[in-house]
């Protein structure tokens, strides 16, 4: 059975710094591609990073690039999202995603954490 379990949402005061964390079971990180999207109530969802399988290729959004980083754990089945410089606009649930490219959308999420970004 496919899972990914995100967490290390929380409150941060804007600048301040979060490390998010995609803890993935029943399916074989190596192989998989994982994205990182995020979703403001009444707003579309948006892709915010993403790191392919076989070579690592990582990708970001204009809107966080050079203030994110996306990195995996193949060994311990997890992917970071590590967010600095935080913006109020940051203020999300954020999603991490599974299959094998990375595409907008993916086929296996896990259940979100919250984001917030205090001005």
């Known amino acids: 059975q496919v899972q990914l379990v995100e967490s290390g949402g929380g409150l941060v005061q804007a600048g301040g710094s979060l490390r998010l964390s995609c803890a993935t079971s029943?399916?074989?990180?190596?192989?998989?591609?994982i994205g990182w999207f995020r979703q403001v109530p009444g707003k579309a969802r948006e892709g915010v990073s993403c790191?392919?399988?076989?070579?690592?290729?990582?990708y970001y959004s204009d809107s966080v690039k050079g203030r994110f980083t996306i990195s995996r754990d193949n060994a311990n089945d997890t992917v970071y999202l590590q967010m600095n410089s935080l913006k109020p606009e940051d203020t999300a649930v954020y999603y991490c995603?599974?299959?094998?490219?990375?595409?907008?959308?993916?086929?296996?999420w896990g259940q979100g954490t919250q984001v917030t970004v205090s001005s």
């Open positions: 995603a599974s299959d094998l490219d990375c595409k907008a959308t993916m086929r296996y």
């Open positions: 029943g399916f074989t990180l190596d192989y998989y591609a």
């Open positions: 790191i392919s399988s076989r070579h690592g290729s990582t």
